[in-house]
């Protein structure tokens, strides 16, 4: 159960870990391990109605799948992407992650912004 206000959903434990390197605030940080069941979802969806969702899945046909899934779950989350050079969120500088989870009002070490 998340406790902050604040949860990202990313796709494996890198990018958990990447992402949780960059940032400077409290958030729950949720794996699906590139795959979710029906189940799962439904459980998402009712323990994190009054949450700030983040997804932050990779920018490939399988993270793109994952997004679809989760959009329709979690109508209320926002969607943050890397750029598509990188593919996956683990590859991706820390400084891109970084400039990505700022625009979207999520606080970061600022030595990834310089």
Same mark, same amino acid.
């Given at each position: ?8 959903i ?7 870990q990447k992402?949780?390197?960059?940032i400077?605030?409290?958030?729950? =940080?949720i ?7 029906? $189940?799962?979802?439904?459980?998402f @969806? /009712?323990? %994190? +109605? ?16 994952l997004r ?11 969607h943050?992407? =890397?750029?598509?050079?990188y593919?996956?969120?683990?590859s $991706?500088?820390?400084?891109?992650? @970084? /400039?990505? %989870? +700022?625009?979207?009002?999520?606080r ?7």
């Amino acid at each position: 159960m998340p406790e902050n206000e604040k949860v990202m959903i990313v796709e494996g434990k890198s990018d958990k870990q990447k992402v949780k390197h960059v940032i400077e605030e409290p958030v729950d =940080i949720i794996c699906t391990n590139g795959t979710i069941s029906q $189940a799962k979802l439904d459980e998402f @969806a /009712e323990t %994190l +109605f009054d949450k700030d969702v983040y997804i932050l899945v990779d920018a490939d046909e399988s993270g793109e799948k994952l997004r679809r899934q989760l959009m329709r779950e979690l109508p209320q989350a926002s969607h943050l992407y =890397i750029d598509r050079v990188y593919k996956e969120v683990a590859s $991706a500088p820390s400084q891109h992650v @970084a /400039e990505v %989870l +700022f625009r979207s009002n999520i606080r970061v070490h600022t030595k990834y912004l310089l």
